[in-house]
């Protein structure tokens, strides 16, 4: 149990908690999230008796008191119902988010909403603030909390403070659109340090601080109103020893046969792992796969498709509609080119665990990550950690941050549907020699920067800040 009223040297503020409620029967038990930022962060926090991770338990209501789950300490930050309609799924998700991705659904601006973000923000201030020993270190996550920075700079001086922006920061031109556009600049420049994932978002980031606060850009630090917050990219990685384990385990390996033997045993699989979300073109991909279909140039008796799409914030606008669109296209491709007992599209609207998708990723020959836009997209990083013998095709956006490192993938607009059909085409006849080639030098890149080594290199970058 941690203890309340303590004190912490590092401490870690995110909208979700390290932990997620699994049910058996009708006892909940806590257990570790599977995504990346909690194995990245897990050697730095896991056990380390000055760390704390603050955040939401992912339930409405009062918070919880303060608990311990896989050695995280874990702070609960009390979300209400109201607040999750207002804040989570309103500014977060139907303002912040579709504005950072290019306003693929057009964002929506309301003053009720942004009231709500700017509590949420504040008790999280307030929460760190409570928490944080004297000049301890603060590492704030993501665009659910981009006041959390400056609001505790004013509370807390003495604090080193680092924020780290999971998704795109987008264009300047994008980003003026926001009528909050001067506090939130504010709020993150009270960090001593902002990491982004790619060359691309720190540039947009500096571009638009400058327009919007006057704020002065010497290199890659901004100056504003007295203080320096220098901005950086730093592109997450994952957990690639845990994966590579997970592919080298004789149990995974006989369900990735297996998979395989139970999709008939085709020529070839294609393989698509996403949120159901708008950003990742899980209809482009499927609407691609469709015309190579109908023009001969795949066969349905040779090639099968895999999609998995894990279900994601149902209520926000943009999901019922994609998650339409992607189920009508699967029924019109399996009613087209589907026989009795032997459809061409498997499609799963359902989570799995890292077990079964390293399975996954180990039986398919072609992945395809196809994103409009996509802060980093781990999905790849993982395919390519999985394939140990360097057999595999990545078919990946250019408009991932994951572009920015595996340069050997078979690059593709996701808007030019022509260009993608091309490339999906080419995936499934590309050469073992030619495969080989560009895997290798992508598990190079996974090997190499993991998601420990970016904990680490951001809190090292962020130590030499002050
Ligand atoms: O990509 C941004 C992100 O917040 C991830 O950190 C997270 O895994 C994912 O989106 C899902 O988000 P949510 O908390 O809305 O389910």
Not at 363 to 374: G, H, S
Not at 381 to 387: D, F, G, I
Not at 443 to 454: E, L, M, S, Y
């Amino acid at each position: 149990m941690a203890a309340v009223n303590r004190k912490w040297s590092f401490v870690v503020a995110a909208n979700r908690l390290p932990v997620r409620r699994v049910w058996e029967g009708d006892t909940a038990r806590w257990v570790p999230s599977p995504g990346g930022l909690v194995s990245a962060l897990r050697p730095v926090m896991s056990g380390n008796p000055d760390a704390v991770w603050a955040g939401w338990t992912g339930v409405p209501g009062p918070g919880a008191e303060p608990f311990e789950v896989d050695g995280f300490q874990c702070h609960p930050v009390s979300v209400s119902q109201g607040e999750l309609q207002l804040f989570y799924e309103g500014f977060s998700n139907a303002t912040l988010w579709p504005l950072f991705h290019d306003a693929l659904v057009p964002p929506e601006y309301h003053r009720t909403w942004w009231d709500a973000y700017r509590t949420v923000n504040q008790r999280y201030a307030a929460t760190v603030a409570d928490l944080a020993a004297p000049s301890a270190t603060v590492w704030i996550h993501d665009y659910h909390l981009l006041l959390v920075p400056g609001l505790l700079r004013t509370a807390r001086p003495d604090l080193r403070i680092g924020f780290f922006l999971h998704i795109p920061f987008p264009a300047r031109e994008l980003y003026i659109r926001l009528p909050w556009r001067a506090a939130i600049i504010d709020g993150l420049l009270g960090a001593d340090l902002i990491g982004l994932q790619t060359q691309l978002g720190a540039d947009n980031f500096r571009r638009a601080a400058a327009r919007v606060t006057g704020a002065k850009i010497i290199g890659k630090t901004i100056h504003h109103e007295g203080r320096a917050t220098r901005v950086d990219a730093i592109p997450i990685g994952i957990d690639t020893g845990r994966i590579a384990r997970l592919a080298a385990d004789p149990a995974v390996q006989a369900r990735a046969t297996e998979i395989r033997h139970t999709l008939g045993s085709p020529g070839t699989v294609l393989l698509g792992v996403d949120r159901l979300d708008y950003t990742k073109g899980i209809d482009a991909r499927l609407r691609a796969f469709k015309e190579l279909l109908s023009e001969g140039r795949l066969s349905a008796e040779d090639c099968i498709m895999v999609q998995i799409a894990e279900p994601s914030r149902s209520q926000v606008t943009g999901y019922a509609e994609v998650r339409n669109s992607v189920e009508q296209l699967v029924g019109d491709v399996n009613g087209n080119f589907g026989v009795m007992g032997r459809p061409v599209v498997h499609y799963l609207h359902q989570s799995q665990p890292i077990e079964e998708l390293v399975a996954m990723y180990q039986m398919a020959d072609v992945m395809l990550v196809t994103p409009l836009r996509d802060g980093m997209n781990l999905v790849a990083k993982e395919y390519v950690a999985s394939r140990a013998d360097n057999t595999g095709v990545l078919v990946l956006s250019e408009f991932t941050g994951a572009a920015q490192e595996l340069k050997t993938a078979e690059l593709i607009n996701p808007h030019d549907i022509e260009g993608l059909k091309t490339a999906m085409e080419a995936a499934v006849h590309r050469s073992d020699d030619e495969a080989g080639v560009a895997m290798k030098a992508m598990r190079r890149v996974v090997r190499t920067n993991t998601a420990q080594r970016w904990a680490e290199g951001f809190l090292t970058r962020l130590e030499a800040c002050r």
